[in-house]
């Protein structure tokens, strides 16, 4: 299947706590420069007559407001952490516009973590107003939902199995300190990669700004773009001066036509 023209929309590019964080006043949360403020991670995928979001965070409602998104197809979850499916419950709003279910791509330990968390959207008798959503079990295996193929990524979030996506040439990956070499494969001459780079210290789940370089320039990446920022790495502007010609990080708003 071909592969048609996307336009990506990073909805939010910021960790857990998102920027500024609650009850800071460092030089990064004090920021009057736009690209300083990031709402948690997670992009919006479209093509011609497909959307898809990946993740619904806490932010999840006004990051569809402010990008005006009326219509949506398919959530894809990387993984259950709360920062990463907190927000599924404003599904409902497109249920409601749509009379359609939402369908949610996710792997069984998402699922599992998504009927505890939204048990009432998952429950017999469902009381009127609440999501209505048609899970697919992910794993390796690509897919496809409406003309978009994607192609799951196995990545390491310490010992947390997490999925990143490949949509054509375009790969983004959240929440990882390690990929196998035959996931690596998967990404390897990759026009653009999306990974995270929480930091510059060590962490014991994500990768080091340094970590993200280095893995960018060893997959031979044309363009790189990091996301799931702390405020501990620094103002946008100044780390990007530090960065190679071909990286630079995300930030939110920022679109792509891939």
Known sequence: MSIPKLTITFLGTGTSSGIPMIGCSCNVCSSTDKKDKRLRSSI??????????????????????????????????????????????????????????????????????LQRDFYYAFSENKYPG???????????????????????????????????FKFGDFVYITD??????????????????VLNALRKEKHISHFTLDEAIALATELKIEKAFFTHISHQLGKHEQINKQLPSNMQLAYDGLQLII
């Open 44 to 113: 919006l995928v479209q093509s011609d007559n497909t959307t898809i979001v990946v993740d619904t965070t806490p932010d999840f409602r006004y990051q569809m407001l402010r990008t005006h998104t009326k219509k949506l197809d398919a959530v894809l979850f990387t993984h259950p952490h709360k920062d990463h499916i907190a927000g599924l419950d404003d599904v409902r709003a497109f249920n409601f516009f749509s009379k359609q279910p939402m369908h949610i791509y996710a792997n069984t330990l998402t699922e599992e973590a």
């Open 130 to 164: 609440i999501p209505n959503l048609v899970v697919h079990t992910i794993d390796n295996n690509s897919f496809i939902i409406g003309n978009i193929p994607v192609q799951p990524i196995l990545v390491w979030h310490l010992k947390m199995p997490v999925y990143g």
């Open 176 to 193: 990882a300190n390690r990929i196998d070499e035959n996931e690596k494969e998967k990404i390897r001459g990759a026009k653009v990669l």
